[in-house]
Nanobody, 120 residues
């Protein structure tokens, strides 16, 4: 009953920029936190940025100063603006939403992932 759909991935040269979007739809009552994770080949999935319902943000050191997370919760949408991309940013990027559904269930949901490739 809840779906997360990401878009905006692709291939860029080092130093370039991309903006990822994630739209949440379905039986949503409230969204508490939305975040972006990434999983590079052969590595564990890692949290890189999140934003709470009151706008508080937090970033992993690896992306701090280069990536910006923002939200339009009224539209159930979160963005990740990625700048100064490096080859080490290559990964599949996943959106995550911690929310309460209309039937009172509170849990996390994942998007399908979007590939980001950076060439040197």
């Amino acid at each position: 009953q809840v779906q997360l759909v990401e878009s905006g991935g692709g291939s860029v040269k080092a130093g370039g920029s991309l903006r990822l979007s994630c739209i949440v739809s379905g039986s949503i009552f409230t969204i508490d936190v939305m975040g972006w994770y990434r999983q590079a080949p052969g590595k564990q999935r890692e949290l890189i940025a999140f934003i709470t319902s009151d706008g508080t943000t937090n970033y992993a050191d690896s992306v701090k100063g280069r990536f910006t997370i923002s939200k339009v919760f009224a539209k159930n949408t979160v963005y990740l603006q990625m700048s100064s991309l490096k080859p080490e940013d290559i990964a599949v990027y996943y959106c995550n939403a911690q929310l309460m559904t209309t039937d009172g269930q509170r849990r996390g949901y994942w998007g399908q992932g979007t590939q980001v490739t950076v060439s040197s």
